[in-house]
């Protein structure tokens, strides 16, 4: 039996590995990702925003959002943020792909509106494959105070509500035709049912037709 020396097991496994090739998402400028696949992101309060995420081949939803420490003037600034967006995309296996938000404004007042309402897409190779602009608004006082105080401390429960709710709308099952044809035919035999002879006598000859 011929045996297995350290250099040819070592060379076994680099191979193995090599076979299991990751995704690759880019993260554009002014984009803060809060949750993965129902996992929330943590940021450090001065940490800067992850850039790269590496990820398995597959269905990911992902949830960001518009991020932007905007400078005013030289000691002037402000912070903008938009409500999360969350968006799901199949990602194919050692492939690059980015996180981006299109049309992002470099004017000051230009990008207050567009905060309100910004847009999350995927791209590959330069082409867009998913699309989402559609946020989760925060209303309320007590909301807006809970979700302050929650992302100064890292944690973002919106973000991870709203990732999870687009997985389980993904795994949901579609509606089948098996129950629309159970109900008519329950409706049927309803009708027959209720129906005198002659009726059921023309529901015999429209069947033979």
């Known amino acids: 039996m011929k045996k297995i020396t350290i250099a040819s097991a070592l060379g076994i496994a680099l191979a193995s590995n090599i076979a299991i090739a990751k995704v690759e998402l880019q993260v554009d400028d002014n984009i ?27 269905r990911h939803v ?21 409500d999360n967006i969350t968006i799901s995309a199949d990602l194919a296996d050692n492939q690059q792909y980015q996180l981006i938000m299109p049309n992002q404004p470099n004017n000051y ?20 494959i998913a699309q989402e602009s559609t946020t989760q608004s925060r209303t309320g006082l007590l909301s807006g105070i809970t979700g302050a105080i929650g992302n100064m401390f890292g944690r973002d429960n919106q973000a991870v509500n709203s990732n999870q709710q687009a997985i389980a709308a993904i795994n949901q099952p579609p509606k089948t035709t098996n129950t629309a044809n159970k109900d ?6 309803q009708l027959w049912l209720n129906a005198s002879e002659e009726e059921r006598e023309k529901i015999r000859q429209w069947i033979q037709k």
């Open 32 to 58: 803060k990702v809060t949750a993965i696949n129902g996992q929330e992101i943590r940021h450090g309060l001065l940490q800067p925003l992850q850039k790269t995420f590496s990820l398995e081949a597959g």
């Open 184 to 189: 008519n035919l329950d409706g049927f035999m």
């Open 109 to 128: 007042n230009a990008a207050k509106e567009y905060a309100k309402a910004p847009t999350l897409a995927i791209a590959h190779n330069g082409s867009i």
């Open 62 to 82: 992902i949830t960001a959002r518009y991020d932007r420490l905007f400078d005013i003037s030289n000691s002037d600034h402000d912070y903008l943020k938009s």
